[in-house]
């Protein structure tokens, strides 16, 4: 045994011995280091922005940036609908157009486009000049004087078709658009569930109409109202079901009791860290503290199962204690490690999202292991010893059945369990290949909500509220406002607009066709393109009517100011990802043969589409973690146990699990996406504790039975069985709580990392030993399985001097 060796076998009797001559001071530091991160939650915020998980310097990204550059933003919209039906009377236009007189005064509110304050572009018939009058300039009167103004904007006023109203329905919407710099703040959660609710509440109780309200600094705000609701959720949630499972195997309040307080703490360091780090509660982040209540109850099973065993062996509380923390702490060590790798990947990633997720995450696990070898042996140590009815449910009839069950498929089945293994794999490669990589924006929104109904509103009545732009260098000033490029934007346009699922673009043609049907006195057969003999004097007269509007200049956001480069401004419906990209390839056709790519620079973003790219780039990344933590934890393992053929033997029975849980996805069509993507890395993490709980109890028991295979085997099975199943068990529970959330994507990642665990402990507790057995000529022996430079299971101690 070389001198690490030796130092290692030393080192876990040593930390016993420190941490419980020591009790007073260790209790003091984690009480003072908890009231430290209390004290930062003070600076917890949940993210007002939506966080790219596009790198900074992605393609994408720039192009975004150079479109907001020119332009401003475009997701800063906020939208009120309601039926157009519902405002054929004065009561309901009238109350109508005061909620939009009210978003106008509010300073949140820069510019809003309604009923109430749009113009319309006439010819004054004596000059023969355009001019704007507006189009409600005194309240309705009556209930016809109502109606008649909607029809004239419905049968009239093309230019606001989907802007204002919805020629089908005959829906009509307000946009109010808010402050750009108060967008990702606190100002915007502000005003929208308070001064914006209550406007919205006083119409709907004047008019008696239903407003549809939408648009995304509503949808970010009240998405992160329902993220924080489902955070409380979850912790309370994760707390009840581990506390009924714990006590329902231990019997036991004062176990349940210690396991409580070690995870509560946990909770308590976990936004402590957040807070300290300057990290936001995004929707990964508001995992971690139900994730540290589901994994930290793991290390207490482990840690008293030992207690007790080790007392029912000989009542003594010294020895129990002192082979609690030198026998499972190191074996407990390695397994939060290799949890906490599996999280830590995400840390390689470009994702600012992820990389927070995977800090916090990867420290927390390592917190809540030292939480754990630290209280609970303390505690202990102050109280009597348990009681026989708290150590009886270590001979519980159901438990040992079920152990003996395993022992007897391992001992007289492993023909059975192969094939098994092999039928199962053959059905996950068959799923496999029928998953998709898909998703959608507004898919992993939660269903239950009003503003998810409100959306689908939108969707079939304006198109979606999914921002696209496409912006069209022309390559020199004013090239936008010639005939021909007008020809072509008009041409890209009625091709968008013949695409059931985008809207019809605005842009300065359609400005520019307002003004040709104004100076035809408004009529409606007009609304087209000028030609080239009416176009100047049209430019001219539409230029100096708009922009002195103080409401708007429609042509200064459709055009830069140089004139050079022209924007088409749309809406996308909420379609897959799949569905996306061959909406964008049908974008890119178009404009290439409308816009040839030798005289023109034209690029296609937005929020839609920044999503679209975001989720392929995620995704691959995510399978780069994946294989990253299979490497990283094989590496571990070949440190462990410095033998290649182990490493097989171990990663066999977690990749199954991972493979079978994929082909289910294949099979009920649940698509690969940024939400369940991350199941596999967890999952893979998680599950390998139970490979290294029984392969150290295995080597430990080859060396003290003289490398007699069976007899290890059978011993490990029997010690670990218990603690495997108990562990899974509440993995399996507590990670059921996410089912419960109403977003699709914290289902699915639940639901997922649960049936992954359970087939993990399965595979375990049957396929590793059968393993062994099958191999024992390969790796049963001291040449192959040398002593490992760690000793993961230390010689008994029994004093602590």
């Not at 009597?384 to 009815?389: G, R, S």
Request: some cysteine; glycine content about 4%.
């Amino acid at each position: 045994m070389g001198k690490l060796a030796i130092f290692f076998e030393g080192f876990w009797p040593a930390v016993a011995r420190i941490i419980l001559r020591n009790r007073i001071a260790w209790i003091a530091g984690v009480l003072l280091t908890t009231a430290f991160f209390i004290s930062q939650w003070q600076y917890v915020k949940f993210s007002n922005a939506e966080t790219s998980v596009l790198p900074n310097d992605h393609p994408e990204i720039l192009k975004y940036e150079a479109f907001t550059a020119i332009f401003g933003i475009e997701d800063n919209a906020i939208l009120i609908a309601v039926e157009g039906r519902d405002l054929f009377t004065a009561k309901s236009f009238n109350a109508f157009n005061r909620l939009s007189k009210q978003l106008e005064a509010s300073p949140e509110i820069t510019k809003v486009i309604s009923l109430d304050n749009i113009d319309e572009i006439v010819r004054e018939p004596k000059t023969g000049n355009l001019t704007t009058t507006p189009f409600n300039p005194r309240e309705a009167l009556s209930d016809e004087n109502a109606k008649s103004k909607l029809y004239h904007l419905f049968e009239r006023l093309p230019f606001y078709e989907n802007i204002l109203y919805d020629p089908k329905s005959l829906a009509i919407r307000t946009i109010a658009y808010m402050d750009p710099d108060l967008v990702n703040t606190t100002v915007r959660s502000q005003f929208i569930l308070n001064d914006f609710a209550s406007m919205i509440k006083t119409f709907e109780r004047e008019s008696g109409v239903a407003a549809r309200i939408s648009g995304m600094p509503y949808i970010k705000t009240r998405n992160a109202e329902t993220l924080k609701r489902e955070m409380i959720l979850f912790v309370i949630a994760a707390l009840g079901v581990t506390a009924l499972i714990f006590f329902f195997f231990f019997r036991s309040f004062r176990a349940t009791l210690i396991s409580m307080v070690v995870v509560l703490i946990g909770v308590s360091w976990s936004f402590g860290i957040i807070g300290l780090l300057g990290y936001e509660i995004t929707i990964l982040t508001a995992l971690i503290p139900p994730l540290i209540i589901v994994i930290g109850i793991p290390n207490c099973i482990f840690l008293i199962n030992k207690y007790q065993q080790e007392v029912k062996k000989h009542g003594n509380q010294a020895r129990s204690l002192i082979r609690v923390i030198s026998r499972v702490g190191n074996a407990t060590l390695m397994t939060n490690i290799t949890t906490a790798s599996g999280f830590a990947t995400f840390i390689i990633l470009s994702s600012s999202l992820l990389q927070e997720f995977g800090v916090i995450a990867s420290i927390n696990i390592l917190g809540i292991f030292a939480l754990s070898l630290l209280i609970i042996p303390i505690i202990y140590s102050y109280l009597p010893l348990p009681k026989d009815k708290h150590l009886q449910h270590l001979n519980t009839p159901w438990i040992d059945l079920f152990v003996a069950t395993m022992e007897r498929i391992v001992r007289n089945h492993r023909i059975a369990v192969y094939g098994s293994s092999v039928g199962l794999l053959a059905l996950s490669i068959i799923g496999i290949y029928q998953i998709e990589i898909t998703g959608s924006r507004i898919e992993d929104l939660p269903k239950n909500t009003d503003f998810y109904d409100d959306i689908l509103f939108y969707e079939n009545q304006f198109s979606g509220v999914l921002p696209v732009e496409i912006l069209i260098d022309t390559g020199r000033e004013k090239g936008v406002m010639t005939t021909s490029n007008l020809n072509r934007i008009e041409e890209l346009s009625q091709e968008i607009s013949e695409n059931d699922e985008l809207s019809r673009p605005l842009s300065i043609a359609a400005v520019l066709k307002y003004a040709k049907q104004a100076f035809y006195k408004g009529l409606p057969r007009y609304y087209q393109l000028p030609t080239t003999q009416e176009r100047n004097f049209i430019l001219d007269a539409i230029s100096s009517s708009i922009n002195n509007d103080s409401k708007g200049q429609l042509m200064g956001s459709m055009v830069d100011e140089k004139q050079q480069i022209a924007r088409l401004s749309l809406l996308m419906k909420d379609v897959k990802t799949s569905r996306m990209e061959v909406l964008e390839e049908q974008l890119y056709r178009s404009i290439e043969r409308i816009f040839p790519s030798d005289r023109y620079d034209v690029s296609i973003t937005g929020k839609a589409l920044l999503y679209l790219k975001g989720t392929r780039y995620l995704v691959n990344n995510l399978l780069i973690s994946l294989l990253l933590a299979v490497i990283l934890i094989s590496l571990f393992m070949a440190y462990l146990f410095r033998s290649y053929q182990m490493i097989i033997i171990s990663l066999i029975p977690n990749l199954l699990p991972l493979l079978v849980t994929a082909g289910l996805m294949g099979f009920t069509g649940i698509p690969i996406k940024p939400s369940t993507i991350l199941i596999f890395s967890i999952a893979f993490g998680i599950s390998v504790d139970d490979t290294i709980h029984f392969l150290a109890k295995y080597r430990q028991e080859l060396v003290l039975n003289d490398w007699q295979i069976k007899k290890s085997v059978f011993a490990a099975l029997k010690e670990t069985g218990v603690s495997m199943f108990y562990t899974s068990v509440v993995l399996f529970f507590g990670f059921s709580v996410f089912m419960i959330s109403n977003y699709a994507g914290t289902q699915a990642l639940g639901g997922l990392i649960s049936a992954t665990l359970l087939l993990a402990m399965l595979a375990n507790l049957v396929l590793l030993p059968c393993l062994l057995l099958s191999l024992e000529r390969s790796i049963a022996n001291k040449k192959v399985l040398k002593q490992p430079k760690i000793d993961i299971l230390p010689k008994d101690v029994d004093e602590i001097d």
